[in-house]
């Protein structure tokens, strides 16, 4: 039986190793790099004539040069704090908004919850750009919201090209990504502990908060994790969306590498930005697999 399943068991570890390592290790060695005027604009590269040797040379020229240059950089520091608070303000705007919705997806008949379902999916379908793009046109002083709130007697808002649009986008687009978790895990929840609460008296905040919410932890921290790593690395909405004062590490690697073309300076950001985010996740795996041993 082992044998007949290593084939399938080793597919992920294949996948990860082109997709995932073999990138990694690219831009790893890049942030390892010199800048230089060149095509490509960094140095060193291996001499395969030279063979071994050309292997020595290459491995020795490589420094930690672009990681110092990025600790003595306040910009930087200052873009990777401004992503993580963009980020973190995101992910709970969007499990405030997610998690009602998820609940009362989970309250409803079958079928209207593929209907709803359906629905959360459907931005999907279109284009990522095009979605931002139409917040412009939502967002901007003669939009729609403007004019709706002209139409009820309010003050227009100058909401395009601020932060509050980049709050606004990132909730909007990554809200599908907090409730298709949080509603699997209040899907599949056994309706008769709620019952059993009420017969024992519990009001139904209380069976809320006692029953309810500690049952949808796993699809809380799911849809958090799912939000807020790719909302810390963002380009598109902040670009777009956002002013001067809305910089992310996202806009910050894109300028390094497309306007300044500092390649190797772009991998260490890259990198210090991945290892920022993993990190924490790898130590929430490992407490969680101990946890889970402790209860055996």
Known sequence: MRRARSPAALLPGLWLAIFFAFPFLLVLRLSLSDTALAIPPYTPRIDWSAGIEGLKAFFAALDVEMYRRLGEDRLYFDAYVSSLQFAATGTILALLVGYPMAYGMAKCRPGTRSVLLMLVIL?????????????????????????????????????????????????????????????AALERLDHTLLEAAADLGSPPWKSFWQVTWPLSIPGVIAGCLLCFIPMVGEFIIPDLLGGPGSLMIGRAIWMEFFANRDWPFASAVAIVLLVTLVLPIVLYQRQQAKALEAGR
């Open 123 to 183: 931005p999907f379908w279109t284009s990522f750009l095009i979605r931002v793009y139409a917040w412009i046109g939502i967002l901007k002083p003669q939009g729609l919201l403007n004019a709706f709130l002209g139409l009820i007697g309010i003050e227009p808002l100058d909401l395009l090209y601020t932060p509050a649009a980049v709050q606004i986008g990132l909730v909007y687009s990554y809200l599908p990504f907090m409730v298709l978790p949080l509603y």
